[in-house]
């Protein structure tokens, strides 16, 4: 036949590759697929079936590159009808790739489907349990079902892997036939074939997922024969036929570990008898290759769901702490949203966390955009009363040269954790002003709100020291200052909600706050606690009214504030006020 076909001018598959590979233009490639086109078209018209699996294999191929092959549906059927194996595998294929549940074509799949389930060819009952795990409908799983069910107590391990993948499928689309493969999902827990085990775990796994009482059954009568699976493979010698970098079948040990995840979850007896093992898993895998870091992670997981004890726990966080130092930036990222996710679920192992503070500080600083977003947030939920001060320095530096879309958020929620555990209140002002300094610009009208309420709140000394600190703050830094506008509508709230005190009053403290000596590492000589003339807050108002950074908010609050001074100011300077309001 293959010699026949270049007579008879028919491309064979590869010439058609060469045919295509050989095309200088995207317009020349289509060209020669719609040329093939049109000859298999006709080809299957004619029904030709000397060489109808060659017409097939070179349509798939069309369908490859992503060009219309619908046409050729009911010739793959005709395939899988074939008594040749090849023909058979080739239509399996086709079908896979044109079909889908949604048609109504598959309902023709359905009598070959059965017919080749019970035949007494192991790789043509492989080829049907294939496709039937990957295009069953509801129809064709309920249709089905009995044969699948029949083959996962086959006497052969292939067939019992593939049935088991298929039954996956089948209880996804008609949860209703769970009941029906339980008690034989539950034999496969026995199996020495890795491959066949490794199957039934993960359709145990969905299972569980669908039915609590599977959970509770498997809870009672399973976790031991888990326990003593994982056991074996971590104990195991070299095992050449299952070893992936010296870890003996790895793929198993996940599996496990998760099943181990979901029964041990909320059970405390379950949770007891995986103690031990876990233990073992923890400490005896080797963290150097990346395959010991799955299943280390997968145990973490496990032993962060379920009922561990307070010891294990705290090796679980230790582990997660050694990723966060390997160069692996993937491996990095999974450790730090982990820990978020343990710091937000439970705060019973906040000390352990507390001992990677400054590892998780060190990737604020990294170059990877994703690794500085996960530690940010986990920044955050290390913040407590006992290093709000430490913490929220470094929060205040990662917000100077973070991207501008976040900015607005850091800034509220550094705002919000300053409120929640703030030393004294002192402290908070001077830290949400150097937020104001630092994204005033970007922050919205939230965070100027609660400043202004902050202050409002606040004793008069306090009151005092607000407004002549920003009022300062403003006139000393220029346009670094009046570039920030959240800063700029504080300032000018301040300044006429409190004009009386600004200018009169004694003096207060001087020089910056504690805070920004200590990230700046020297004293600042400016005064921030200066009481101006009431001439200079005129003159400091109008420069911000009539500036260059002035938007409409910033005029609103500047007039705002010369309309407020006009009724606490007592000297001459309330004439030229009320010039430069109207």
């Known amino acids: 036949m293959e010699k026949l076909l270049p007579k008879l001018g028919i491309y064979r598959l590869k010439d058609l590759i060469k045919a295509i590979r050989a095309c200088k233009t995207a317009a020349d490639e289509r060209a020669v697929i719609a040329k093939e086109s049109a000859f298999l078209r006709t080809s299957f018209k004619e029904e030709n079936v000397d060489i109808r699996h060659v017409n097939v294999a070179k349509l798939l191929y069309i369908h490859m590159l992503g060009y219309p092959a ?3 549906q009911i010739e793959c059927l005709k395939l899988v009808a074939s008594p040749r194996f090849a023909d058979k595998r080739l239509g399996y294929l086709g079908i896979m790739l044109l079909l889908d549940e949604n048609q109504e074509v598959l309902t ?49 391990s292939y067939v019992r892997k593939k049935a088991a993948l298929c039954a996956l499928r089948i209880i996804k689309k008609v949860p209703d036939l769970l009941e029906n493969f339980v008690s034989r999902a539950k034999q496969l827990l026995n199996e020495r074939n890795h491959g066949v085990l490794l199957t039934g ?20 009568h399973s976790v031991s024969v888990l326990v003593r699976h994982l056991k074996n493979l971590v104990t195991a010698g070299f095992s050449p036929e299952h070893d992936v970098n010296g870890i003996t079948d790895p793929f198993v040990q ?18 007891e008898a995986m103690n031990d093992i876990l233990a073992q898993v923890a400490t005896n895998t080797e963290a150097s290759k990346n395959v010991g870091n799955a299943i280390l992670y997968e145990a973490v997981l496990t032993i962060m769901d379920i009922e561990s004890e307070s010891s294990l726990r ?21 450790a ?53 001060r430490i913490l929220t320095r470094e929060l205040l530096s990662f917000l100077e040269v973070c991207e501008n879309d976040i900015k607005n958020s850091v800034a509220a929620r550094i705002c919000d954790f300053a409120g929640r555990y703030r030393p004294n209140k002192r402290w908070e002002l001077d830290t949400v002003c150097r937020v104001l300094r630092v994204a ?36 000393n830094e220029g346009d670094k200052a009046t570039t920030q506008e959240g800063l700029v509508q504080a300032t000018l709230w301040l300044v006429g909600e409190y004009g009386d005190v600004l200018v009169g009053g004694t003096a207060g403290l001087l020089g910056a706050d504690e805070e920004e000596q200590v990230q700046s590492g020297t004293q600042e000589k400016r005064d921030y606690q200066a009481a101006p003339a009431e001439q200079d807050v005129v003159n400091a108002i109008e420069t911000l009214l009539k500036g260059p950074h002035a938007t409409e ?20 300077d309330v004439i030229g006020i009320n010039s430069t309001v109207s």
Request: charged letters at 20%; proline letters at 2%.
């Open 553 to 572: 908010a910033v005029k609103e609050w500047a007039v705002m504030a010369l309309v407020k001074i006009t009724t606490r100011f007592t000297g001459s």
């Open 336 to 388: 730090l949203t982990t820990l978020t996710r343990t710091a937000q679920a439970n705060t019973t192992d906040s000390s352990a966390l507390q001992r990677h503070r400054s590892t998780v500080i060190e990737c604020l600083r990294d170059p990877d955009i994703s690794i500085r977003r996960r530690a940010l947030d986990l920044s955050f939920f290390l913040i407590n009363s006992a290093n709000i």
């Open 440 to 475: 005033g610009a970007w922050v919205d009208q939230s965070v100027v709100s609660h400043f202004v309420k902050l202050v409002m709140t606040s004793e008069p000394d306090l009151q005092q020291y607000a407004v002549r600190k920003l009022y300062n703050t403003v006139k």
């Open 201 to 220: 775990i993960t359709l145990l796994i969905e299972m569980c997922k669908a039915s609590p009482e599977v959970t509770k059954d498997l809870r009672t």
């Open 108 to 156: 023709l799949v359905t009598n070959s489907l059965k017919n080749d389930l019970n035949s007494s060819t192991t790789v043509v009952v492989g080829l049907a349990l294939c496709t039937l795990g990957n295009i069953s409908s509801q129809e064709m799983a309920r249709d089905l079902a009995p044969e699948v069910e029949k083959l996962l107590s086959s006497s052969n």
């Open 254 to 271: 996940v599996k496990i570990l998760r099943l181990m995840r979901i029964l041990g979850k909320g059970d405390v007896e379950a949770s």
């Open 314 to 334: 705290v090796l679980a966080i230790n582990i997660l702490g050694r990723f966060l130092a390997n160069r692996d930036n993937n491996i990095r990222y999974v």
């Open 70 to 72: 619908q046409f050729g």
